[in-house]
Nanobody, 115 residues
Framework: QVQLVESGGGLVQPGGSLRLSCAAS????????MDWYRQAPGKERELVSR???????TYADSVKGRFTISRDVPNNTVYLQMNSLKPEDTAVYYC?????????WGQGTQVTVSL
């Protein structure tokens, strides 16, 4: 059973930074892509960033220039560095692993941006 475990969430002031981590129980190369999604209260879950098995990265327009996705292959970990955080970034952030015929979700980590 594949497990994805997020960590690194918390409370931060506007303009601050956080780094989220997603530790996978299997090689991250076994996934076609590793993603970060987020879901704010009353809103649908949205794709924040993706890193493909080949290393290509994509970002939602709302986070471009502020967030960076990266990976540590030997440690099967994907990161999301979040800078210049805004109150509208407040959400539960989920790690997602995508394969051709299956997908996997982490349990989520809360990020709250507030004074």
């Amino acid at each position: 059973q594949v497990q994805l475990v997020e960590s690194g969430g918390g409370l931060v002031q506007p303009g601050g930074s956080l780094r989220l981590s997603c530790a996978a129980s299997e090689s991250i190369f076994s996934f076609n892509a590793m993603d970060w999604y987020r879901q704010a209260p009353g809103k649908e879950r949205e794709l924040v960033s993706r890193i493909s098995s080949g290393g290509a990265t994509t970002y939602a327009d709302s986070v471009k220039g502020r967030f960076t996705i990266s990976r540590d292959v030997p440690n099967n970990t994907v990161y999301l560095q979040m800078n210049s955080l805004k109150p509208e970034d407040t959400a539960v952030y989920y790690c997602h692993g995508l394969r051709i015929y299956s997908e996997y979700w982490g349990q989520g980590t809360q990020v709250t941006v507030s004074l």
